[in-house]
């Protein structure tokens, strides 16, 4: 009886969770511009529409340039702050270490307000740049989480054996520790390219009215009446998420990149 509710447990959780994506990649099939499903007249025209009509081309570009640069600048704002913290720690790097978790501590829109208040200070309001460092400030949490994930499964008598035979704290970093969290360096970066990429708050409030992300650009859409190309964005979305987690779940280690490991190991 236990195994059979345990069954339809999973079974409800999965319907619940694919349900919405089944009907949004049916609405895409449309052939006629309508969001029904079950969809009529199969067609992948919405497809072709996507990359074809620059008012969605420019948005979709905004994006990628934006998700693939502020996860960047996440990943090098937080692979030296997670070092210094594993290599000195004390007060210091634990309030390092804290200031590099509190974006995600605030609620999104209060983080956005101040980010839009700063720029419209300094002059960057409006600007790409200053939503791809919006969006790199914000989400660096995320590296800074896997970084420091991997700096603590790394054994230290590794660096010691290194040190030992001649090697000077560059090399050390760049042959030892490098190599090892390479892993959780890329991981990181793809957590942060996703969520940037989805991320409609902070990009509004920053360059909204000049600068048209994805995101944006849907809820724009939305104010002239709905279209399948609104269910394609829906698919890739889903699907490049989709991508990028597989792949780090394929050559990486997925469970201790998320910390489960670890807890299971304690």
Request: proline share 5%.
């Amino acid at each position: 009886m236990t195994r059979g509710l345990k069954l339809a447990y999973i079974c409800v959780l999965l319907a619940l969770l694919l349900a919405p994506l089944i009907v949004v990649t049916g609405v895409s099939l449309n052939g006629a511009q309508s969001l029904r499903f079950p969809p009529q007249d199969l067609s992948l025209r919405w497809y072709g529409a996507l990359f074809h009509d620059r008012e969605w081309l420019v948005p979709l570009m905004n994006s990628l340039i934006i998700a693939s640069c502020a996860a960047a600048l996440a990943v090098a704002i937080a692979a030296p702050l997670a070092l210094y913290a594993w290599e000195r720690g004390g007060l210091v790097a634990r309030l390092l270490t804290g200031l590099g978790l509190a974006p995600f501590a605030l609620p999104p829109v209060i983080s956005a307000l101040g980010f839009m208040i700063f720029w419209m200070t300094v002059g960057g309001y409006g600007q790409i740049w200053a939503t791809i460092v919006s969006h790199g400030v914000f989400l660096v949490t995320l590296p800074l989480v896997t970084i420091s994930l991997g700096l603590k499964a790394t054994d230290r008598a590794l660096i010691e054996a290194a040190r030992v035979m001649g090697a000077d704290r560059l090399t050390v970093l760049r042959t030892v520790i490098g190599p090892l969290l390479l892993p959780y360096v890329v991981s990181g970066y793809a957590f942060a390219f996703v969520l940037s990429l989805n991320e409609y708050i902070i990009a509004y409030m920053v360059a909204g009215f000049t600068v048209e992300t994805l995101p944006i650009k849907i809820f724009n859409a939305l104010r002239y009446g709905y279209t399948p190309i609104l269910g394609v964005v829906s698919v890739i979305f889903a699907a490049l998420a989709a991508l990028v987690f597989g792949l780090i779940g394929r050559f990486g280690n997925l469970p201790r990149l998320m910390g489960a490991e670890r807890v299971r190991d304690e």
